[in-house]
DNA sequence: AATGTGACATACC
DNA sequence: TGGTATGCCACAT
C-alpha cells in the first residue's frame, strides 16, 4: 500500500486560517459599549484557548480597520490595559473606556468583573 | 520549511 | 510583588 500523502500543515493554510482574524474582528466588534473582553476569552470562542497571543496579533492588524474595530474594548485577562501603548496616544485608550463608562485607575479597569464581556458566554456559540 | 515576533497566559523563583 | 522563563498559536519574512 502507497504511503499516505504527508500532509504537514503548512503555517500559512489558506481557507479557515484566514478567518481568524476576521473572526477576531468580528468578535471585538460585537462587544457592547461599555463593556470589555480579554484576549483568552476572544481565543477561547474561536476554538483556540492558547491563542491569545495571536488575538493580540489580530488587533495590531485591526489598526485601521473597518467598520471600526473597538481594540480599547480588549484587555488582558487581569483587566489590566496591556496594549495602551499601540494607541495614538496610548492614553486615548482609557480614554474611550471611560467614555463608555468604563472606569480606569492605573491602566487597570475598574470592577473588571462587572465590564467583563465573555463572547464564549454571552454569545453561547 | 525554518526562524523570529508579539496588544497573552501561566508557572516559578 | 515582580521579574524571568516557558508554552502556545498564528502571522511575517
Known sequence: MAINKLKVKSQKAKGE?????LQVFQVVRLV???RVTSYGAIAKYLS???ASRSVGYAMNVAHGQKP???A???VNR???LTGKHHFSP????QEKLEAEGVKVKND??????????????ELAL
Open 48 to 50: 483556540s484557548p492558547k
Open 90 to 93: 496610548p492614553s486615548s485608550m
Open 72 to 74: 480599547h474594548r480588549v
Open 108 to 121: 487597570q479597569v475598574l470592577n473588571f468583573e462587572k465590564v467583563f464581556w465573555d463572547p464564549t458566554l
Open 78 to 80: 487581569n483587566g489590566l
Open 68 to 70: 471600526v474595530v473597538p
Open 17 to 21: 486560517n484566514e478567518d481568524f482574524f
Open 32 to 34: 457592547p459599549n461599555g
